[in-house]
């Protein structure tokens, strides 16, 4: 449990409060003593790394003699690396990163669930008529793998798998026609997107089952990734929550809309069968001194927004540590799109831009900017937009307008499923993450109020909009 009766932690998470701190605090000794002890070694090893990612970059966006003199500069500055004097300094800051990493997982279990403000939710009667619909390609064969449909099938639910030739949306559209009265999708973002948008215009309950490969929608729903099987409880009796949905030139989308050159890599020849060799070849076009950046759209000023080599458009705004980790929402109910830019003009802006990615804060980055907007629109210097709407690839009409469709989505989630975004449970910065540990240590809650206020509220009356709050 991850309260007592009275609403207080448990000794477990007063234990792992404990234990991140302290682990918190020792990587910090051993980053001191490490300046303390080697300072000249780490500041040269500093220097000649930030030589090494700025060299490769220069390396991998540019052709011809350039690309051989940086490839040369880049060797160079590695082989003095591996020269440099007492190196194990490094196993002093492995030690570190891997005390930060233990600090991370122990607050995970120490915070729980009390910083999250999950939605307002409704109690609801089982589908007497539901379909599940399975895209068995998706994530390599979770489907499959985790016999959705076999399952199905014995909780009464009619499975509807999904063939190559078959048109997805015409399946929806069918076992609507024969009476479904809640639709399910057992797919990636891109396939939730469609038999979302088909529920959606038929004001049907929809199922989320996690069965593509990254699964965002479902993890920002709160639905376990790693056990697709234990969503079609949804289709039971379950609990209802509204949720918005993105839309991009007339397309509905439930994760995200990429343009720039993230959009442009997908549509590449080859990028699925050789994704290594294709990123090489594509990177001076995209990122080298003659990259074009037709792109044009305002800022959160309203104003034209300098030219950037990627854009991202979230249904809901990301909260974003990482560029890899392609960001988490804490709400998908807000009525709002989250932009995201990140420019990369110069070759030293690399080693700035990577620090920042590894430290979890991008936003550090100066060529990052995120803003929230009900609408964003934009538009190109060529006819034709590249975009990626959940993943994947599409070319559509300059201008391109995105806007949200706040609470169209009337979702089913089980009730015992957590219900909450792990980023809606995660503090904003070290100091409200130590206070929340520190209050958690001393037998209180991480957010501060009193244990007897609730933390999920449930409604018996009919379907409810987002909770604004």
Not at 49 to 55: E, F, Q, T, Y
Not at 290 to 310: M, N, Q, S, T, Y
Request: glycine residues 10%.
């Amino acid at each position: 449990m991850a309260k007592r009766a009275d609403g207080r932690p448990t000794v477990t998470r007063q234990v792992a409060a404990a234990i991140s701190l302290a682990a918190s605090a020792a990587s910090l000794v051993v980053v001191l003593g490490a300046l303390i002890r080697h300072p000249l070694q780490l500041v040269l090893a500093v220097l000649l790394l930030g030589s090494v990612l700025g060299a490769g970059w220069a390396a991998l966006v540019r052709r011809g003699f350039a690309r051989a003199a940086a490839a040369t500069a880049g060797i160079a500055a590695a082989v003095l690396l591996g020269l440099l004097p007492g190196l194990h300094a490094y196993a002093l800051l492995a030690t570190a990163a891997g005390l930060v990493a233990l600090s991370f997982a122990a607050a995970r279990t120490a915070l729980g669930h009390d910083l999250a403000r999950t939605p307002r939710i409704r109690r609801a009667e089982p589908a007497s008529a539901g379909v599940l619909l399975l895209n068995p390609l998706s994530g390599h064969g979770v489907a499959t793998a985790s016999r959705l449909g076999e399952r199905a099938r014995a909780l009464g639910i009619r499975p509807i798998e999904l063939h190559v030739d078959d048109d997805l949306r015409e399946l929806a559209e069918q076992a609507v026609a024969d009476g479904a009265d809640m639709l399910g999708m057992a797919g990636g973002d891109g396939s939730q997107a469609v038999v979302a948008d088909v529920a959606r215009r038929h004001d049907l309950p929809f199922v989320c089952v996690p069965a593509g490969t990254r699964n965002h929608f479902a993890r920002d729903l709160g639905l376990d990734r790693d056990a697709p099987a234990e969503a079609l409880a949804a289709f039971g009796e379950a609990v209802e929550r509204r949720v918005d949905l993105g839309v991009a030139g007339g397309r509905v989308f439930v994760n995200n809309v990429s343009l720039g050159a993230y959009a442009a890599l997908v549509r590449a020849p080859g990028y699925r069968e050789a994704k290594a060799a294709t990123i090489a070849g594509c990177l001076p076009d995209l990122f080298g001194p003659d990259a074009r950046r037709p792109l044009r759209f305002p800022g959160p000023d309203g104003d034209p927004a300098a030219a950037a080599d990627i854009v991202l458009v979230s249904n809901g705004p990301y909260r974003l540590e990482r560029l890899t980790g392609l960001g988490r929402r804490e709400r998908l109910d807000l009525g709002v799109l989250g932009i995201v830019t990140v420019a990369v003009g110069r070759v030293r802006d690399v080693p700035e831009l990577v620090a920042a990615e590894l430290c979890g804060d991008i936003a550090r980055f100066p060529g990052y900017r995120a803003w929230s907007t009900p609408e964003f629109a934009v538009e190109s210097a060529d006819p034709l937009i590249d975009v990626a709407v959940d993943g994947e690839p599409q070319r559509l009409p300059s201008p391109l307008r995105i806007g949200v469709l706040p609470g169209v989505l009337r979702v089913r989630l089980p009730p015992d499923a957590p219900g909450t975004s792990p980023a809606a449970m995660a503090p904003k910065g070290v100091r409200r993450a130590l206070r929340a540990l520190l209050r958690v240590l001393a037998g209180r809650s991480a957010r501060g109020c009193p244990p007897s206020v609730p933390r999920r509220s449930v409604s018996n009356s009919g379907p409810v909009k987002g909770d604004r709050r």
